[in-house]
């Protein structure tokens, strides 16, 4: 049977690592698409117990998940508010909102009239990557009809962020201009933006002028490295995720194995890759519904290999495998499928927090 294990004392360990790096900036933990494929609910209530009070959403629907989950005192982010019902949830929820055009702030500025509230408001300038945020040429404008809705009490502009490649040093510092240039319009408009963000996992480590007051870390927290990057060992990360499979059947010398391409790995690894076996590694000749590899000599029916996971299960990690396909860790992590059973170590107890604590 094939599974996939999340091992949440390494996460508690890779926090504190990114958390020692980032220092003095705080984390925000980025939960899109299901905490990376961990599962939601039992990453943060972990990232919680760990004292971790900011968290990336991306949609609406997850920030709410994790409102509901997390209680009142979490501070949650989301930048991918794209209706009308989603504003308004979001204002209800008390979810902090990142805004990147100047139609979504009178949205964000009438929901939370409708409902008596003060939403918070990030503002996003476009620094370079176009995918979304104000434009340069129409930040001094946005950013003074933001101050008018703040002094009407109806949103509180507490950040200002972007998002960048974190492909080339010269392109970020281009974009990390821009968005120095973007704070101090923002500051001389009147808004007082006490949380600036702007990395992301990478530059969070490499580059501490990118801290500001706040990074917000998805992959590094899960363990996943970027591809082409500094091996987890001397991130001092440890992957938080393993997904193990069972041999069902030894054929001469090919031993198979219950994960395939249906369960989200892909067939164009055949041939690329080696998994962790109970004799060390072995190659994975093809993978088709289910994993070929070469087999051991007492292979058997139940024994376990472990196809991605920590440095000391032997195995490759998500990013190691990436790289064979020029793709990233987080694709090969995500793909696995939902239908594959999460098993948990480490979990905390299931109690929704006191707002507050
Ligand atoms: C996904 C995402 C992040 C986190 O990126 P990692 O490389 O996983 O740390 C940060 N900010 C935004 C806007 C994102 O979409």
């Known amino acids: 049977m094939s599974a996939f294990h999340v091992d949440l004392d390494a996460f508690a360990a890779n926090i504190a690592v990114v958390r020692a790096t980032v220092a003095p900036a705080e984390l925000m933990l980025v939960v899109k698409d299901d905490a990376y494929g961990h599962g939601l609910a039992p ?4 990232a919680w117990a760990e004292g971790v009070r900011w968290y990336g959403a991306f949609d609406v629907s997850t920030g709410s998940a994790v409102r509901h989950t997390l209680g009142s005192a979490a501070r949650i982010f989301v930048w991918m508010a794209a209706s009308a019902v989603d504003v308004q949830q979001a204002v209800t929820d008390a979810l902090d909102i990142g805004v990147g055009d100047a139609a979504l702030l009178d949205d964000v500025a009438r929901a939370a009239e409708a409902a008596g509230a003060t939403a918070r408001v990030h503002l996003k300038i476009d620094t370079g990557l176009h995918r979304n945020g104000v434009r340069p040429e129409e930040w001094p404008a946005v950013v003074a009809h933001a101050a008018e809705l703040h002094t009407a009490g109806r949103i509180d502009v507490v950040g200002v962020w972007s998002h960048i490649a974190e492909a080339s040093d010269a392109d970020d510092d281009a974009a990390r201009a821009v968005f120095d240039e973007a704070v101090d319009i923002a500051q001389r408009g009147g808004l007082n933006p006490t949380v600036r963000h702007l990395a992301a996992s990478a530059a969070a480590f490499a580059r501490a ?3 500001y007051d706040l990074v ?4 590094f927290c899960y363990g996943i490295r970027s591809a082409g990057g500094v091996h987890e060992r001397d991130l001092g990360l440890t992957p938080v995720a393993r997904l193990e499979a069972s041999v069902t059947a030894v054929e001469d010398d090919a031993a ?7 369960d989200g790995l892909p067939s164009s690894l055949g041939g690329l890759i080696d998994v962790a076996t109970p004799a060390g590694a072995r190659r994975v000749r093809e993978i088709t519904v289910e994993a070929i590899v070469d087999a051991w000599p007492e292979a058997a029916p139940g024994d376990t290999v472990t196809i991605f996971g920590a440095a000391d299960t032997g195995a490759l990690s998500a990013t190691d495998i990436a790289e064979r396909i020029d793709t990233i860790g987080e694709e090969i992590v995500l793909r696995v499928s939902p239908l594959i059973p999460r098993t948990y170590r480490g979990m905390t107890d299931g109690a929704a927090p006191v707002a507050g604590s």
Not at 216 to 219: E, I, L, P, S
Not at 256 to 262: F, H, I, S, T
């Open 43 to 46: 990453i943060v209530r972990r």
């Open 209 to 211: 002028e990118f801290r």
């Open 216 to 219: 917000r870390v998805g992959a």
């Open 256 to 262: 198979r194995v219950d994960v395939g391409r249906l």
